[in-house]
């Protein structure tokens, strides 16, 4: 069974940093595409950044220079650096893997599966 479970949210004054994380099990992160979403109360689910199996990643425009992902294949964990964060950051934030049958740069929710439970991000003014 596939399971991915995302921790590391809080809440931090604007201009601070977390780190979220993204543990997988029943799959191995290093040979698979992976994204970051986000919600926002009232919003649909907003793609944040891709990593694919090469370790290349691709970044929403609005999180570009501010947030970065990473990869450790020996936890089977990603990890989601967010830098400088603005108050609309603030969302549930979720990670998932990509369905096999996509292909190309995929940026909607629907190109994915696996959803974790996500974990909340609250940024203050």
């Known amino acids: 069974q596939v399971q991915l479970v995302e921790s590391g949210g809080g809440l931090v004054q604007a201009g601070g940093s977390l780190r979220l994380s993204c543990a997988a099990s029943?799959?191995?992160?290093?040979?698979?595409?992976m994204a970051w979403f986000r919600q926002a109360p009232g919003k649909e689910r907003e793609f944040v950044v891709r990593?694919?199996?090469?370790?290349?990643?691709y970044y929403a425009d609005s999180v570009k220079g501010r947030f970065t992902l990473s990869r450790d294949n020996s936890k089977n964990t990603v990890y989601l650096q967010m830098n400088s964060l603005k108050v609309e950051d603030t969302a549930v934030y979720y990670c998932?893997?990509?369905?096999?049958?996509?292909?190309?740069?995929?940026?909607?929710?629907?190109?994915?599966?696996?959803w974790g439970q996500g974990t909340q991000v609250t940024v203050s003014s």
């Open positions: 990593i694919d199996r090469t370790a290349s990643t």
């Open positions: 029943g799959r191995t992160v290093s040979n698979a595409a």
């Open positions: 998932a893997f990509q369905k096999v049958n996509v292909v190309g740069l995929a940026t909607l929710p629907e190109h994915y599966l696996n």
